[in-house]
Each structure stands twice: as C-alpha cells, then as structure tokens.
C-alpha cells in the first residue's frame, strides 16, 4: 500500500503541473465517488459541518457549566472554612468612607497575607490578619479602596463569565 500511495502522489503531482484544472477535477470526482460509497454526497456535507458544530458547541456548554459550578462550590466551601474576626473595627484603625464596613470580611490566619474580593452578586473583600500587621494604615487603606474598586466594577463576576465563555469556545 505504501508504494501505491507513493505511485498515486506521483502521478498526481504530474498531472498538477501538467494541467492543474484536469488535477482539480479529477481529485474532486475522486473524493465525489469516495464519499458516494460512505453514502454521503457533497450536498449533505455542509448540513453536516453544521450539526458537528452544534454538537461540539453544546458540549462545550455542558463542559462549562459543570466547571463553573464545581469552581463556585469550591470557592463557596473555602469562603465558609475561613475562620472570621467578629469586630473587624478592632483591626481596622481608620477605614476609607466609601468603603462599607459590611463588606469587609477579616479572617484569622497570621502566616498569610492575602486581600482578595469575592462574592458575585454582594462581593465582599477579605483580609488576613497577617496582612493586616504587615501593613502601614496607608497601605491598608490603599488595599481596601483597591479591593472596593474590584467590588464596584463586579470584577469577580466578568471573570466568572469570561472563563464561561472560555470553556465553551475553547
């Protein structure tokens, strides 16, 4: 099989320089009788790149929400284990007015120093106590109004449905 293989690119190399449009039609009645003995024609062909499609979009649509439900329940399940400080007022000295002190989540852990948001529909921001005593309360205020920033702007949820999106399509 491999030396006809290699007879038949020889041969039709040969007929391409010698008359490409004859190559063409020739390589089109081939696959033509090809697709004939699959039972497919060329006029089912696009109907089927088109079911193929939709069927490659659905499950890219399943694929997704199953990520991003198990990437919510993991986020969830780690915001609840978290162990909170009842009064963030004692650790906080002077937090900036924009920010409301509902939405400022301290939690105990001296050997991390982590600021994040999260929260989807009422984002909140969280803050270590390590971080919190590694911190200037200029730098601290400086952290909180950039978290409030990721609050306003729903950050936490552009990124939800951007990597939607990106499990669907890729």
């Known amino acids: 099989t491999m030396l006809g293989l290699l007879a038949i690119s020889f041969w039709a190399e040969r007929l391409a320089q010698a008359n490409p449009l004859r190559f063409w039609q020739s390589a089109i009645a081939c696959c033509q009788e090809i697709l004939s003995r699959c039972h497919l024609s060329l006029d089912a062909l696009p109907m089927g790149f088109i079911w ?3 069927g490659m979009l659905c499950i890219g649509f399943l694929y997704a929400c ?5 990437n919510l329940w993991t986020t969830r399940r780690f915001l609840r284990r978290l162990p909170r400080v009842n009064s963030p007022l004692k650790f906080l000295s002077s937090p900036p007015s924009n920010v409301p002190l509902n939405s400022i989540v301290i939690f105990r852990d001296d050997s991390i120093q982590w600021a994040f948001t999260a929260g989807f529909l009422r984002p909140k921001i969280y803050l270590s106590t390590g971080l919190i ?19 306003m702007q729903r950050d936490a949820l552009k990124t939800l449905l951007v990597s939607f999106l990106q499990d669907v399509f890729f």
Request: hydrophobic share 35%.
């Open 133 to 151: 005593q590694l911190m200037t309360p200029e730098e601290l205020r400086g952290v909180l109004l950039h978290e409030a920033h990721h609050c």
């Open 52 to 54: 193929l499609s939709v």
């Open 66 to 70: 199953s990520r991003s439900i198990r």
